[in-house]
């Protein structure tokens, strides 16, 4: 026999077994005694409040964003509609920023005092649900397209 093996014959052995019972055993009573002499309680449990998790402006209102943001990108699909091709069929238009879409029905082009403007109604399909709006877009004098009226049905 080695002499390692001699070292750790049948008889020390058992006085190893003993020792790492007698560790495992102190090392659970232990904790339980800190409990058991009065250390927490759930009654004595205070909230703390001088943490803050998170907080928002009042004045940030994305729904409000999002619907100025789908406004314009109804007035485009409006002033570059070509309305004697579609024949008064739907137009479709979607906002990747958004993720809203719908369709541009009831298109009309109309010449008043020289002015032109096309009024139609829109469906809006967002995450807040399916809204219908009427509007009116009419020719600048510079050459662009200005939104005069955009409501919700």
């Known amino acids: 026999m080695s002499r390692i093996a001699q070292a750790f014959d049948s008889r020390?052995?058992?006085?190893i077994a003993s020792a790492s019972a007698k560790v495992a055993i102190v090392s659970i009573v232990l904790p339980l005694a800190g409990c058991g002499a009065g250390g927490f309680?759930?009654?004595?449990?205070?909230?703390?409040?001088s943490i803050l998790t998170s907080s928002t402006s009042a004045?940030?209102?994305p729904a409000d964003t999002d619907r100025d943001s789908d406004q314009t990108t109804i007035g485009n699909a409006v002033?570059?509609?070509d309305i004697e091709q579609l024949g008064g069929q739907a137009v479709p238009w979607a906002n990747a920023g958004t993720g809203s879409r719908g369709?541009?029905?009831?298109l009309a082009e109309l010449k008043d005092s020289g002015q032109t403007c096309r009024r139609f109604k829109a469906s809006r399909e967002s995450f807040d649900g399916?809204?219908?709006f009427e509007g009116e877009l009419c020719l600048a004098s510079a050459g662009g397209w200005r939104m005069q009226g955009f409501k919700a049905l």
């Open 41 to 49: 309680s759930l009654e004595k449990a205070e909230v703390d409040r």
């Open 103 to 106: 369709s541009i029905t009831e």
């Open 130 to 132: 399916v809204a219908m």
């Open 12 to 15: 020390q052995w058992g006085v």
């Open 79 to 81: 002033s570059s509609a």
């Open 59 to 61: 004045s940030a209102k």
